[in-house]
């Protein structure tokens, strides 16, 4: 045990175990996934043309975006050439599922359906369509066990998007609650900022969206803030999550 | 020359700790998932006290290296709890076979409460202890629900002979 908390040894035994273990975990879905069916496949006409409809106005909205996207990546990268700083790091997206599977009630963590031959490595960055989820911390041949940024044991380094200001946010185990602690008391930070990424220590990629700060308690008589912030990440509810590679294909080997 | 003891049936043993394992982690609603028994616990505890000779310690032990992985734990956190129990049921199990239901429901108790003590001071020294007193509930529901656990086990091995 203790070898597995120090070190990480064990996690080609823990793997080789999990191979086991996944066609279980396999069957608990099941019924999760066969309830998921037959809501889609008894929808009604009406309901799938609504949402068809809805779907394109959205597809609509987000190329309009999109234009003005391209036209700034590239102006972007212009600029950077300019200044001679190196370019962004190219990232490629895989979507992946998460199992209906219950793990340790009192820790947040997940179970996906994309595993090593997949390409995914441990430490990788999960996201969804509106922020940060969390990161893989267990790897096997079919699944992977990823930690939501609310695990009480997570820790990821953010900035404030209005002034870079820079802080770490903390899981609690809470549903939706993060706490940004060791912010000094006279520090601007004011409810409703925005957290992104700040790419320090190497494991997310810079500027992707974590969390709103929700309350800012400034108490005099205590050396910092308590803060507290909510996750922009639908980490309740969301069923597919993307998983991103950021460092290059040779590193991920 | 024959053998003396025949052993008969171990893939049913097998097949209930796969089943008490997929009900292990089968999506429950948020608020029941606290309350979950400890099914592979009691699984394990009826094939002890039945089959002492059959189920025992190493057993125990990699079954509890299943439920680590199944769980995401720490490696061997379960495995240790498992096999812990695992041992006094064996030591117990002629005792244990004379009582009535709700007497072994009692010693089921003890001993899943025994495994979340385990399991409790493994998470407590490495920092991750849970913070409420719900934790305890496996315990209780695994109580309340042995005496079902044990005549279907029961008519189990009586039906494909395990022995």
């Known amino acids: ?253 | 020359m024959t053998r003396l003891i025949h052993h008969n049936g171990g893939w049913a043993i097998w097949v209930s700790f796969g089943a008490a394992l997929v009900l292990t982690m089968l999506p429950l609603p948020h608020w029941a998932e606290l309350y979950r028994p400890e099914w592979a616990a009691m699984v394990l505890i009826y094939w002890c006290m039945a089959l002492p000779a059959r189920v025992g310690v190493a057993t125990a032990w990699s079954l509890g290296l299943l439920l680590d992985v199944v769980r995401g734990s720490l490696l061997g956190q379960y495995a240790l709890a498992l096999t812990l129990i695992a041992w006094v049921t064996s030591q117990l199990h002629q005792r244990l076979r004379v009582y009535p239901l709700w007497q072994q429901a009692l010693v089921v108790l003890m001993l899943v409460a025994m495994e979340q003590m385990l399991v409790l001071w493994v998470k407590g020294i490495i920092g991750e202890p849970p913070e409420s007193w719900l934790y305890w509930m496996p315990a209780l529901t695994s109580m309340l629900l042995w005496p079902w656990i044990f005549l279907v086990l029961r008519d189990v091995r009586r039906k494909f002979r395990v022995s």
């Open chain 1, 1 to 253: 045990m203790t070898v597995d908390h120090r070190q990480n040894h064990l996690e080609a035994i823990r793997a080789g175990l999990s191979v086991v273990v996944s066609p279980l975990q396999y069957l608990a879905n099941l019924p999760a996934q066969a309830a998921n069916w037959a809501s889609e496949s008894l929808a009604t006409h009406t309901r799938l043309v609504d949402e068809n409809r809805t779907l394109k106005q959205k597809q609509l909205l987000l190329e309009a975006k999109l234009q003005k996207f391209d036209a700034l990546e590239s102006e972007n990268a212009r600029l950077r050439e300019l200044m001679h700083s190196p370019k962004k790091v190219a990232e490629r997206m895989l979507i992946g599922e998460l199992l209906a599977v219950d793990l340790d009630p009192f820790k947040r963590t997940v179970l996906l359906n994309k595993g090593r031959r997949d390409g995914v490595y441990e430490g990788q960055p999960l996201l969804d369509a509106r922020g940060v989820m969390g990161q893989v911390i267990h790897t096997s041949s079919w699944t992977s066990t990823a930690m939501l940024i609310t695990d009480p044991s997570h820790a990821i380094p953010v900035q404030i998007n209005r002034n870079g200001l820079r802080a770490i946010a903390l899981g609690t185990g809470g549903a939706d609650v993060l706490e940004v602690p060791h912010i000094p008391n006279n520090a601007d930070v004011h409810e409703g900022d925005l957290l992104v990424t700040s790419g320090l220590g190497q494991r997310f990629p810079p500027g992707y969206p974590v969390a709103w700060i929700k309350r800012v308690e400034k108490d005099l008589s205590a050396p910092y803030a308590r803060i507290t912030a909510e996750p922009t990440a639908d980490l309740e509810k969301i069923r597919e999550v993307l998983l991103v590679w950021l460092r290059s294909e040779e590193e991920a080997q």
